[in-house]
C-alpha cells in the first residue's frame, strides 16, 4: 500500500510536468530509477564466502603457503601445534614474496565467518628482517620453556605474543575482543607447543 501511494504522488507530479514543463519528468524517472537500484541492490546483496575472498588475495592451503616458504628459504618452519580455544570455521595460509628480501613472511590466518571477533593470526620472519618492538608498546614479558623471551603488547586491535627461535620471529596475534577468552598465558601455551 505505501509503494501505491508513492507511485500516486509521483503520478500527480507527472501529470503537474505536462503543464509546467520538463523538470518534473525528469525528477520522476530519476527517482524512480533510485528506488529500482536500491531494491536490486538489496535483493542482490550477498557476499562472497572466504573460500573466494581469502585466495583472491593470495591466500592458499596451509601446506601449499608453508612449502612455498620452506622452499624459498631452504629451511623447515614449526608451527605450533595449540590454537586457542575459540572456534574458527576456516585457516588460510599465505608466503608474502614481495619485492625486496626484507619484506618476505610467512602468514597463517585463522577466522570464523560467524564471529568475526573469532580471529588468530600468525606471522613469521628471517629474525634478521624482523619487525623491531619498541619497549613503549611492551605489557608483559614471559620467558618461554626453552628460555627465550616472548613480549606481549597490543597493536592496532589485536593482543600480540612476540618470540625469536630457530632464526625466525613469531606474532602471534589474537583479536582484543575476546581477550577475556584467550589470555597472555594461552598465547605463551601456544608459543611452548612449537617444542617438538
Known amino acids: ?7 500516486g504522488i509521483l503520478h500527480l507530479k507527472y501529470i503537474e510536468v505536462i503543464e509546467n514543463g520538463q523538470a518534473y519528468f525528469t525528477f520522476v524517472n530519476f527517482t524512480l530509477f533510485i528506488v529500482f537500484l536500491v531494491i ?7 557476499s562472497s564466502p572466504y573460500e573466494e575472498i581469502y585466495p583472491e588475495i593470495g591466500y592458499k592451503t596451509v601446506d601449499d ?3 612455498d616458504f620452506e622452499q624459498h628459504f631452504k629451511q623447515k618452519l614449526k608451527l605450533p ?4 580455544p575459540i572456534s574458527f570455521t576456516h585457516h588460510f595460509g599465505r608466503f608474502s614474496d614481495l619485492d625486496g628480501v626484507n619484506n618476505n613472511s610467512f602468514e597463517l590466518k585463522f577466522i570464523n565467518d560467524q564471529l568475526s571477533e573469532n580471529h588468530y593470526k600468525i606471522d613469521v620472519r628471517p629474525i634478521k628482517n624482523n619487525i623491531p618492538i619498541r619497549e613503549k608498546y611492551v605489557i608483559k614479558t614471559f620467558k618461554l620453556k626453552n628460555g627465550v623471551v616472548a613480549n606481549y603488547m597490543t597493536i592496532s586491535g589485536f593482543n600480540v605474543l612476540v ?12 583479536d582484543k ?3 577475556d577468552k584467550v589470555t597472555p598465558e594461552t598465547l605463551l601455551d601456544i608459543a611452548n607447543s612449537i617444542e617438538y
Request: charged fraction near 25%; proline fraction near 3%.
Open 1 to 7: 500500500m505505501v509503494i501505491l501511494i508513492k507511485l
Open 40 to 46: 536490486y541492490a538489496t535483493a542482490n546483496d550477498k
Open 65 to 67: 603457503a608453508l612449502e
Open 81 to 84: 601445534l595449540r590454537v586457542p
Open 163 to 174: 618470540f625469536e627461535r630457530d632464526g625466525w620471529q613469531y606474532m602471534l596475534s589474537i
Open 177 to 179: 575482543r575476546v581477550s
